[in-house]
């Protein structure tokens, strides 16, 4: 293939891929689900795994988007410096979201901000939303991500006080948790970015929970906070959609880096149980590998 | 056991509900949010559906077009708290006894169910073509300027559910007990991770 041609297979690919995503749960997901299902005993819970599994069942085999709200599409990528197409790639995914906003179908999801008018099309300023991360080699991943408003709506950020310590930070996910939480449609994934400022530590919120489900943070005090609030969160027993039981989480997720002496930046990003997140790795031969859902050719 | 209720719903179909019932729907279902409800409450606006008796769904679906109308493709519950400062007169401007939504609704709504005899029920959310295979049919759209997800798509529906009762007609509200059940447990657990994650020395 030429370059041109190139181009538009990466546009097709990406259509396809994100409108896969929203008809699919990743496989990380879908295993912690049929575990966590297994922990719930009776009454309200059962009535709604069961109606979980047979949404997602019934997604499959009608080749529909397993929840309406196919989010603001969010495009997070690790791009390698040499990968031949980076300048063409900004366009090309907005393309790539029109076509699938078509096939899949999509919601319509961009409302213009100030003209307040939906656009139709999930296309709008600065929306998809793109993450760059510029990083060595030829090739690109990128993570596909839809979130619902649901599980959006939580996201907070705050900057603590250094004597607040990292117990102030346990305290802002167990508050955010148990208010906004509880109606973002549990079992939830929580991430969880520390940091300098807000706008640090949201963005590496949302890295979190954009990791597998299991991973841990290579930081061994920071795995083992993971731990700790899975189980405190676990403790609370939100259960499914917060109609109590035995889980409230998938998981804890922490992404952090270095922080300013002064302060101690936090931000918490939730992701639904419907985390509707893909990751695909494509070379700049245009061979690629879904490393989120394995075994699917598009 | 689960009930049904049909549109028209009557005042007596809900009275022995609780909160923590499940129960289904058929008949008609009109999706109604967040600019739906500012247009009527804040904006004074007439309502171009008639919902006396009927059944609302905070939600905003996915629809196809199909000849010379629409297809239902996937269409979830969205979070009904939005709607709180809105709902009590809602309910009472409309005539609406089913409010179905996503998660809990706080006491403004439980105020407005008990005064005029409606309910609130969640659907399970993120179950969105499960809840589009139980709609038969959309009979009309009203309001489509505001979009898609906005606009008031008029479905009718066979044993829509599961529907779990939130807040009844006698002031319970299953999320509020659950969300004080859980701020309880809170305080004990949020001082025994503090108590490991003391870093900073």
């Not at chain 1, 719930?40 to 047979?54: A, I, N, P, R």
């Not at chain 2, 010379?68 to 709607?83: E, F, Q």
Request: include cysteine; proline fraction near 5%; aromatic fraction near 6%.
């Amino acid at each position: 293939m030429n370059d041109e041609q190139n181009v538009l297979f990466l546009k097709d690919l990406m259509a396809r891929f994100t409108a896969y995503v929203g008809k699919h749960l990743p496989d990380d997901v879908l295993a912690k689900l049929k575990e966590l299902r297994t922990q719930e005993q009776g009454g309200l819970s059962t009535v709604v795994y069961d109606s979980m599994f047979e949404n997602l069942g019934l997604a499959d085999r009608l080749d529909r988007p397993c929840c309406q709200d196919t989010g603001v599409i969010q495009f997070f990528l690790r791009a390698g410096a040499a990968f031949p197409y980076l300048g063409e790639l900004r366009e090309n995914l907005r393309a790539a979201v029109a076509a699938a906003t078509i096939a899949a179908p999509l919601r319509h999801n961009a409302v213009e901000t100030f003209l307040e008018k939906n656009t139709g099309t999930n296309l709008g300023l600065r929306v998809p939303w793109i993450d760059w991360d510029i990083v060595a080699g030829d090739g690109l991943e990128i993570d596909v991500y839809m979130a619902g408003g649901g599980c959006t709506l939580p996201g907070a950020a705050k900057v603590l006080m250094p004597n607040a310590g990292y117990e102030g930070v346990v305290q802002f996910v167990f508050d955010v948790v148990t208010s906004y939480g509880v109606n973002a449609c549990p079992p939830l994934l929580v991430g969880v970015g520390i940091s300098t400022a807000v706008e640090t530590a949201a963005l590496l919120s949302k890295r979190a929970i954009l990791r597998p489900l299991g991973s841990r943070n290579p930081e061994p005090r920071a795995a083992e906070m993971e731990l700790l609030l899975e189980q405190g969160l676990n403790d609370l027993g939100l259960g499914p959609q917060g109609l109590s039981g035995n889980r409230t989480v998938m998981g804890v997720h922490i992404e952090n880096s270095a922080r300013h002496p002064s302060t101690i930046g936090v931000g918490i990003s939730t992701g639904c149980w419907a985390h509707r997140r893909g990751t695909i790795r494509i070379n700049a031969d245009m061979t690629h590998e879904i490393l989120s859902h394995r075994g699917v050719t598009l | 056991m689960n009930k049904v209720l049909t549109t028209p719903i009557k005042n007596e179909d809900l009275e022995d509900l609780r909160a923590g019932d499940v129960v289904y729907l058929d008949g008609t279902m009109v999706t109604c949010r967040d600019v739906g409800h500012r247009r009527l409450i804040e904006l004074g606006r007439e309502l171009p559906v008639d919902l006396r008796g009927m059944a609302i769904l905070h939600a905003g679906p996915i629809v196809v077009p199909d000849g010379a109308g629409w297809k239902m493709i996937s269409i979830g519950p969205t979070t009904s708290m939005r709607m709180e400062s809105m709902e009590r007169p809602f309910i009472g401007r409309t005539g609406v006894k089913l409010v179905i939504g996503k998660g809990g609704m706080g006491p403004e709504t439980v105020a407005g169910c008990r005064e005029h005899k409606a309910v609130h029920a969640v659907f399970p959310g993120g179950c969105a073509v499960l809840a589009a295979t139980e709609v038969e049919a959309i009979e009309r759209v009203e309001w489509l300027d505001l979009g898609m997800p906005e606009a008031l798509w008029v479905c009718r529906v066979k044993h829509f559910g599961p529907l779990i009762i939130s807040i009844d007609t006698q002031g319970n509200n299953l999320f509020e007990t659950n969300k004080a059940t859980f701020n309880a447990r809170k305080t004990a657990i949020v001082e025994r991770i503090s108590q490991q994650v003391r870093f900073i020395k």
